[in-house]
């Protein structure tokens, strides 16, 4: 017979998993408690009450969850190429990338990007809340290597290209997520170089030259 224990725990799984799949499909506001209870295969409808408190809490611990996986393995890559000297900009979108690629793998479940993207757009807050400055070291880490890659941007231009790669790989991950999750073929991702060519596309967006409107926009904005 199962322990108290171990039914416990295999019912919090069935929940994490449930709500996780519902929020990357329907955004977090889109998914009722008797929603995920529902999916989760519970009858009882006081299971998030009692094994989380909020749906709130809930989405935090599963945010949680994978913000410590992705930071753990991007700081291993980080260590390694600063080993290798191998810092270039294009290893540096890899760290960025790769660590959320692999994270459908290491738990199974193929919907943690989209999850992020929803929230996202809906609570940074709880983002901001839940990281903080002890869960997304690795990342801060490949912001300033990149930020000394790309001495010739100015400042602003440089904040701005950095949080693009944020918006862009956000909206691109999500979508191959998506696809991997369903499992059915896709033209775009199914090619052995889509994600190479995904990422060059990513490095020609931090590395490219500002042009000359968007110089002279930057230069009168500091002249005013």
Sequence with gaps: MK????????TRDKIKHA???????RGVEGVTVQDIVSAAGQRNGAAIHYHFGTKRDLLKELVLDGAKLIDERRQAMLDEMEEADTITVRSMIEALAIPLLEL???????????????????????????????WNIGYRRCLEHLAALLPHLPESVLHQRLSLLGIYGSAIWATWEAATDTKATN?????????????????????????????GLVSRSASE
């Design 3 to 10: 322990t108290l224990r171990s039914d416990g725990n295999e």
């Design 19 to 25: 709500a996780q799949r519902l929020f990357a499909q």
């Design 104 to 134: 459908g793998k290491q738990t199974g479940q193929y919907t943690y990007i989209r999850m992020i993207a929803n929230v996202q757009l809906t609570d940074r807050e709880l983002l901001r809340d839940v990281v903080g400055d002890q």
């Design 187 to 215: 033209r775009f991702w199914e090619p052995a170089h889509s994600l190479s060519n995904v990422i060059d596309t990513l490095e020609a967006v931090a590395k490219v030259e500002p042009s000359a409107t968007t110089l």
